[in-house]
């Protein structure tokens, strides 16, 4: 049973996923690690999609007399012998605790707290290939900015990977552009984690027990309620008491830093979704941007946007949605305003209409490798509503689908949504 004093064992980290906001969460989640050895295991494993490379002769690690630099290698090895990653977060140093490991099932091996970083689109895949190789007890946290549109509905990520791998995972989202991040500057994020009541570890009140009552204290359900609102279908495992508790402290101490402040909330389902509809606003901004409409254009989408994410909000998941979390947290407004200020999403939209090719050609030519969020999630947003014959009701949503897909000159910014 719990006790309250010191724990007996402590959680092992591994962050699924290694571009460069998994890099960057995973050079804070190291830093933490090491800092809370009473808490964490200090070694945090990074799983990296292996390649071979060839380090450019314009990074700063880059060393004519070494076989590193002149010959191809392993991103892990250059990785785990530099301490950089230097195709996805070049420059930035990583914490010698990091460790790169090119095998999912190894990495992930014991580990109690599973932060998932990687593109919404490989997250079914890697799914399939965890089943069966996590502890039954392990706990989640979704840094993936999208949902998961299926013929039956939609859903969040942090659900989709709990359902998918009988666990509890929680979400973090925010203002929170990788380089910035990894480069120490201020910024604020938001994570939701509503700790499963099996988890709880508040002792026993020592006030004196009742003699005789004919009121029933008995707690006849530890089921977990998803973001509509009803039991899960997950059917969780405990954590053992011998861990330190799961609980909005120990997740704050693992990811909280002077320079990324966190806030902890219970409302999975708005963050989720700030970090999700942000990205089809901020494609939307760049369409403006691109066209020379100004500033002001660019603000009057933002506002509709974010009027349309509220409403997306309340209409889907209205039972545990609360809207304050859009304007109130750093994964609502704030995300939204950087992510149309300096994202990746707006810039490749911006770019697009510079040299009139589709938004799906710049990412091919410019990301090196790595997936623009927004496009993808236009799409599967706009399936969902025009099934159920809603595409009206959110017009910024559904032009954004429109010239994603096929670039058009539209006459004026109001036809993005009027």
């Known amino acids: 049973m719990a006790t309250l004093g010191p724990s007996s064992k402590r959680h092992k980290i591994t962050v699924v996923g290694s571009g460069n906001w998994g890099s960057a969460i995973s050079k804070i989640v190291a830093d933490n690690a090491k800092a809370h050895p009473e808490l964490f295991e200090p070694e ?39 301490h950089e990653n230097v195709k996805y977060l070049p420059d930035i140093p990583l914490p010698t605790n990091v460790i790169a490991n090119p095998s999912l099932k190894d990495a992930v091996h014991n580990s109690t707290i599973l932060v998932f970083n990687l593109p919404h689109q490989f997250i079914g895949g890697i799914c399939n290939q965890l089943k069966g190789n996590i502890l039954p007890y392990a706990r989640g946290v979704s840094c993936i900015k999208g949902v998961d549109v299926s013929d039956s509905g939609i859903s969040l990520f942090s659900e989709s990977i709990g359902e998918k791998l009988g666990i509890y995972c929680g979400a973090l989202s925010g203002a929170n552009i990788a380089n910035e991040v990894a480069q120490e500057k201020y910024s604020e994020t938001t994570i939701a984690y509503d700790p499963p009541a099996m988890d709880s570890r508040n002792p026993t009140p020592k006030t004196q027990s009742p003699m005789s009552s004919a009121v029933d204290l008995t707690i006849t359900s530890l089921d977990h309620k998803d973001s509509s609102g009803m039991a899960s279908k997950v059917k969780l495992k405990p954590l053992p008491a011998d861990y330190p508790p799961l609980d909005h402290a120990v997740l704050k101490t693992l990811f909280h830093r002077t320079y990324f402040q966190v806030r902890m909330v219970s409302d999975v389902a708005g963050v989720s979704l700030g970090g ?50 859009f304007t109130e947290e750093s994964c609502g407004v704030a995300d939204l305003i950087t992510s149309c200020s300096g994202g990746r999403n707006y810039r490749c939209a911006k770019l697009a209409v510079e040299k009139g090719v589709t938004v799906d050609e710049i990412e091919a030519t410019e990301l090196d490798g790595q997936k623009l969020q927004g496009t993808s999630t236009a799409i599967d947003v706009y399936g969902f509503l025009s099934k159920r014959g809603l595409e009206r009701e959110y017009p910024l949503f559904t032009a954004v689908y429109r010239e994603s897909a096929s670039p058009v000159r539209l006459r004026g910014c109001y036809q993005l949504w009027g």
């Not at 290698?73 to 785990?80: A, E, G, S």
């Open 44 to 82: 945090v494993h990074m799983w990296v999609y292996e390649e071979t490379i060839n380090l450019a002769k314009t990074s700063k690690r880059y060393d004519a007399s070494s076989p590193l630099s002149t010959e191809p290698q392993k991103l892990t090895v250059l990785i785990n012998t530099l």
């Open 276 to 325: 999700a509809l942000k990205n089809i606003v901020a494609l939307a901004a760049g369409f403006v941007s691109g066209r020379g409409w100004g500033d002001n254009a660019k603000a009057a989408i933002m506002r509709v946007g974010l009027l349309e994410m509220v409403q997306f909000g309340k209409q889907f998941f209205g039972n545990t949605v609360h809207p304050q979390t």
